[in-house]
């Protein structure tokens, strides 16, 4: 060192560099979140029905990292839990705020189920702003051998569980005054016949939904309550798992604009867009998100 600087000036020096070094490190390693404030879902509360997998984990998440706490809302209590788990885990690695979660278990097309588990949902968090009705069966075969009780499970889940939350949730958020969102899982299949695979009682599930959510939305705009629908084309989650299912994927992907089926988190921005004020303006929609398959 030469012996014209004191250590002292040269520990100021280097406090001085270190005040001008300092925010520039920050600011490479720590890029600020930057999303418009009408997608924020700080402090929301939201129901997920399904969401211990697959599409409805990934919505959950969204919201999540949005800044909402949640509800999962499944067959199994313990596949709740993991599901929270994981999405906890996605939150604190990305550094934000832990959310309140919880699992409950819950047959969506049961009236009692959803009646006791909509009213412990409300008690445990204090209030509900959102619904994703996204629990939901497939299968099929020709309907001239469709045997009638798997018509009927499958009208069961996917539209009066649709119903049955709905209700709940359009009920509390009137009496309640909440202008709350509610989000319906639909399909692609509520408005196309899907090909090869034989499934009448799917798609008519589904286009049943998607207009019991134009319905409910004429009903409860005057409250200041938003109805859409969000309807997926093909997308790889365990309702697509297996042989057959792999082998009809080839077979769907031809007809796919985009060339491939959809992975489950690439509807997260669709669910945060529907559930926040970024659609403050929208209701009664059915937003498709199918690779182009529509198109044809
Ligand atoms: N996977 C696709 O290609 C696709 C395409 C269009 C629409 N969708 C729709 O998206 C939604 C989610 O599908 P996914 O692919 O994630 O399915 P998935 O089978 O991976 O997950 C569905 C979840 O719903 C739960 N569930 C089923 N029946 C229930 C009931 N009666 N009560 C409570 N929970 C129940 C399951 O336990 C599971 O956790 C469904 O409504 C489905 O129809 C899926
Ligand atoms: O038959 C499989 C369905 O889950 C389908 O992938 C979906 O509903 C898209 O129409």
Not at 26 to 34: D, K, L, S
Not at 165 to 189: E, H, P, Q, T
Not at 201 to 214: E, F, G, I, R, V
Not at 252 to 264: C, E, N, S, V
């Amino acid at each position: 060192m030469p012996p014209y600087v004191s250590r002292s000036a040269l520990s100021r020096t280097s406090a001085i560099i270190s005040q001008f070094t300092k925010p520039i490190v920050r600011f490479a390693h720590t890029q600020p979140r930057r999303t418009l404030s009408e997608f924020n879902l700080d402090g929301k509360v939201a129901v997920v029905t399904g969401a211990s997998l697959g599409l409805g984990q990934q919505i959950l998440a969204a919201f999540a990292l949005s800044g909402a706490h949640g509800a999962v809302v499944d067959l199994k209590e313990s596949s709740a839990k993991e599901s929270i788990e994981t999405i906890q885990k996605e939150v604190k690695q990305a550094d934000l705020p832990e959310p309140k979660m919880r699992g409950y278990e819950c047959d969506t097309s049961s009236e009692e189920a959803v009646k006791s588990t909509w009213d412990k949902i409300v008690k445990d968090f204090g209030k509900v702003d959102i619904l994703v009705t996204n629990a939901g069966i497939t299968g099929g075969a020709p309907a001239e051998d469709y045997p009638f009780e798997d018509f009927k499970s499958m009208i069961s889940v996917n539209l009066h569980g649709t119903f049955l939350f709905a209700r709940a949730a359009g009920k509390y958020m009137i009496d309640n005054g909440v202008k709350g969102k509610i989000l319906m899982v639909s399909s692609m299949s509520g408005s196309i016949v899907n090909r090869p695979q034989k499934q009448a009682a799917y798609n008519a599930s589904k286009a049943a939904a998607t207009h019991l959510m134009k319905s409910l939305a004429a009903e409860w705009a005057p409250h200041g309550i938003r109805v859409n629908a969000m309807s997926p084309g093909h997308i790889q989650t365990t309702a697509n798992e297996g042989e057959e299912m792999e082998a009809l994927s080839k077979q769907w992907i031809k007809d796919i604009p985009l060339g491939r089926i959809a992975k489950p988190e690439e509807f997260r921005g669709t669910a945060v867009y529907l559930c926040s004020d970024a659609s403050s303006y929208v209701t009664g929609s059915e937003v498709v998100v199918d690779g182009g398959y529509l198109i044809w």
